[in-house]
């Protein structure tokens, strides 16, 4: 078993390294990754879904010049 229980420096290292969270920059936690909550996990789903299954119809399409 990985059993690593040496005290490194001050650096305390989680499962995960943690990152800003996207959405408002805190730091992540466990159990949110890579989000600071669940809330803001939430958020960011919202935003993907809405922005991800835009499907814009409207905007000149590639207009084949050439041929
Ligand atoms: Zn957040």
Known sequence: MT??????AATVTPLRKAV???QCERPSQRGTYPFCSKRCADLDLGEWLSGGY????SGDEQSSDGE
């Open 3 to 8: 059993d690593s229980k040496k005290a490194t």
């Open 20 to 22: 800003p969270c996207p």
């Open 54 to 57: 835009t499907i814009s119809g």
